[in-house]
């Protein structure tokens, strides 16, 4: 007997290929995609607009798959984020970001990160396995209909756990999947795919159909410090980077967002602002500056408001357009770069993180 397919998996053109390959006409590709993603429902028989025979069908060649809650925090900012099992047990982490312009589900690509950032924590845990597209999306799905929220709109930013640009097939079905207009019809401009800055990655990403925004975490404006920071800058260079981000085909009304995280006295004076004011001149572009949150394990420590004003002032003073992220979710350490797996986990990088956590 043959597997069955996990729906979960596939973009619409390919449900079309696999139910007319049992003799359905394509039309009910459509069909199916709408009660999976608009309602949320995953059990063939519940899907009642299609005839029994073709539910008994769907039962014995289909499945789908959803990453299945394992523990859920609500931070008292309403932050919530849910810890999510994957069908072969590796776990990840996910979180609901409420009272923003639109409500963001920010999911992850990878179980773990090997990008080592020395300020996130998702780096401790080393890199398990990437996630397929359906495992990606499937955070989505979860978060829509877990919080009765498919019928709404909400942003989708690609910042939890690992390098999208690292799972760059799977990371772009996804985005595929959740753009499809017989699922939940994501405009793209309210997707965000965040990057460390592969540039190889982002000279693909030029040339996608689906254009999410881009976010590139720099955190540094020269190598020597961003090196320090960032290890992975020693095979993807600042100077590659930025170049990559130069030719980038940015739209109408559109910015590239650079992240900025402050840590104090290591990339926070007013020379390191008029250093990355001077490096990002000429693109067009949002400089996101991000307070350090803390955590145990991480050597670094939050600077002070008057140090964060003063960095974004002068920012501004040579022309930057320059945002402040607010922390969310702390308490339940659900904040940028608090992200982690512990616990019972899944697999040896997992249980690292947690020894390295405590």
Known sequence: ?????????????????????????????????QWI????????????????????????SFIVRTPTIEKRQRSADDTEKLLLRLNDGHLVESVFIPDTPRQAFCVSTQVGCAMRCGFCLTGKMSLARNLTAGEIVGQVRQFAHTLELAETSFNVVLMGMGEPLHN???????????????????????????????????????HEAVMPNIAVSLHAATEDLREQLVPVNRAYSL?????????????????????????????????????LATLLRGIRSKIN????????????????????????????????TVSVRKSRGRDIRAACGQLI?????????????????R
Do not use: W
């Not at 993603?37 to 005839?51: A, E, I, K, N």
């Not at 130069?246 to 840590?263: G, M, S």
């Not at 991000?290 to 022309?319: C, H, K, M, Y």
């Not at 019972?344 to 947690?354: D, E, F, R």
């Open 239 to 275: 100077a590659d980077i930025i170049a990559a981000c130069r030719e980038f085909p940015v739209a109408r009304r559109r910015r590239i967002t650079f992240e900025y995280v402050i840590l104090d006295r290591v990339n926070d004076s007013v020379s390191d602002a008029h250093r």
């Open 341 to 357: 797996v512990e616990g019972s986990a899944a697999s040896p990088a997992q249980a690292l993180a947690t020894r390295m956590n």
């Open 37 to 60: 993603y608009r309602r949320g429902v995953s059990d063939f028989g519940r899907m009642t607009d299609l005839s029994l025979g073709l539910r008994q069908q769907l039962e014995q």
């Open 168 to 206: 760059y097939d799977a990371t772009m079905k996804a985005l595929r999947i959740l753009t499809a207009e017989s699922g939940f019809a994501m405009p793209s401009r309210r997707i965000t795919l965040s990057t460390v800055g592969v540039p190889a990655g982002l000279t693909r990403l030029a």
């Open 289 to 320: 500056l991000i307070p350090l949150n803390e955590a145990p394990g991480i050597p670094f420590r939050r600077p002070s408001d008057a140090r964060v004003d003063q960095f974004a002032r002068t920012l501004v003073n040579q022309g930057a």
């Open 1 to 33: 007997m043959t597997s069955p397919i996990d729906i979960s998996e596939l973009e619409p053109a390919e449900l079309e290929v696999a139910i007319e390959q049992l003799g359905v006409q394509q039309f009910h590709a459509r069909q199916i995609y």
